[in-house]
């Protein structure tokens, strides 16, 4: 099997997350934060064979970059790298799912009921990482005013803090959704964005060009519906 340049992007993404992956058979990768605020899916265009897991995810991905071209095999204790030539070969043990940090194999985060849905460019997704850098925003808002729908950066429990606001959208609606910026750990790219207030507050980014989705817990949801 060969991995595609996707799935490599959505493997280095996955190891922002979380350091560990268990590979299930199929097609679908799902990990989840430490912290379990962040879930992501993905669904690849490679099919494994069966379940394994791998502790490191990082060192996978520094062998794989050793190699110019090469293959993965599946022994039954152990993952295999193999150069086009033959030459050359790395074994990577699989690990134990006990020492691993997983999101939950028997039940699928969804978000079908949600309170308001917009689309986030990567422009505008872009921009606004970087201006709460800049100010060293801990918090992403998306605020809604009855008129428009703005994505903003700042600290809703400080007034003094610096705010910075971009136009996103329009609503008829009045809401305020806080994110804590440390959990943005999405791909680049556009968005379709869902939210769900109440007590199971949660945020859903699915990519528009990519077969990736993002989970995302709210830190706080005010609604006026």
Not at 100 to 127: A, N, Y
Not at 159 to 166: H, K, L, Q
């Amino acid at each position: 099997m060969k991995l595609s340049e996707q799935t490599i992007e959505i493997l280095k993404n996955y190891a922002t997350l979380n350091q560990s992956l268990m590979f299930r058979k199929g097609s679908v990768l799902t990990t989840i934060t430490p912290t379990s605020t962040v879930y992501a899916s993905s669904r690849v265009v490679e099919s494994f064979p069966f379940d394994f897991g791998i502790y490191d995810l990082n060192r996978l991905l520094s062998k794989l970059s050793l190699y110019r071209d090469c293959e993965l095999a599946f022994d039954k204790d152990r993952l295999i790298i193999k150069s086009a030539d033959g030459r050359r070969t790395d074994y990577i043990k699989y690990s134990s799912p006990k020492i691993m940090i997983l999101p939950p194999s028997d039940k699928t985060v969804t978000l079908d009921d949600p309170d308001h849905e917009f689309e986030l460019s990567q422009e505008d997704l872009l921009w606004q990482r970087k201006s709460a850098g800049i100010s060293n925003s801990p918090y992403i808002v998306f605020r809604g005013d009855g008129k428009h729908i703005y994505i903003q950066s700042n600290d809703p429990d400080d007034d003094s803090s610096d705010m910075s606001s971009t136009k996103i959208g329009k609503t008829d609606k009045t809401f305020s959704f806080v994110i804590k910026l440390e959990n943005w750990k999405m791909l680049d790219g556009s968005y379709r964005v869902k939210l769900r207030g109440g007590k199971r507050g949660l945020s859903k980014f699915e990519h528009k060009d990519k077969p990736i989705e993002y989970f995302i817990a709210v830190e706080s949801a005010l609604s006026n519906l």
